[in-house]
């Protein structure tokens, strides 16, 4: 990983060395004050549903998961929140509108390859409209049904988000609220 691999310091060029700070082993600038503190990136996923009650997937054309289909998702702009993370990104994947309804998940992703991340995981609303790859990240996209979702799942969407929204175990009652809301179910 390429943070693990900093030789200099990014701000004046001096050797990075190793330093006990804070109780912890950390690289630090031999000239200057300059810590690098090694934080995990900030992303957003979508479980975008319609008013079928279908959810959107994206099929990946690149790895990790290349092949594989995934939630909409990707690491947030220094310029942007979450939630707008995520609106982006369905738009960038799928070519859908996506209304963010409220917070469904948050959970810290140790083993991606590419840097480990917080991921925040979004109830959106969506109309049924056919979705558009728009990304070179994507091949695909389409709506399923939660009973009839495709066998190979990347990031571990299906047993981490999908499975616990097909059977409404383990998210809080203000989740079905909102999806009961977007399908036009009485409570």
């Known amino acids: 990983m390429w943070h693990r691999q900093a030789k200099h310091c990014p701000i004046c060029g001096a050797a990075l060395v190793e330093a ?10 031999s000239a200057c004050a300059f810590v690098l503190y090694l934080n995990p990136a900030c992303a957003a996923a979508g479980v975008v549903v319609n008013p079928r009650g279908e959810v959107l997937l994206v099929k990946r054309a690149i790895d990790p998961w290349k092949g594989y289909w995934a939630l909409p998702a990707g690491y947030q702009e220094i310029d942007e929140g979450p939630e707008l993370a995520i609106a982006r990104e369905v738009a960038e994947e799928a070519g859908i509108e ?10 810290f992703i140790e083993s991606d390859p590419r840097k480990p991340a917080n991921v925040a995981v979004y ?5 049924a409209v056919e979705p558009r790859p728009l990304s070179d990240d994507v091949s695909d996209a389409a709506w399923f049904a939660l009973h009839a979702l495709p066998e190979k799942i990347g990031f571990d969407n299906y047993r981490r988000i999908l499975s616990r929204l097909a059977d409404r175990s383990g998210y809080p009652p203000s989740t079905w ?3 009961d809301e977007l399908l036009g ?3």
């Open 20 to 29: 006990t700070i804070e109780a912890r082993a950390r690289q630090r600038c």
């Open 98 to 107: 996506a209304r963010v309804l409220g917070l469904l998940d948050l959970f």
């Open 123 to 127: 109830l959106c609303g969506a109309e």
């Open 177 to 179: 609220s909102h999806l």
């Open 185 to 187: 179910r009485d409570r």
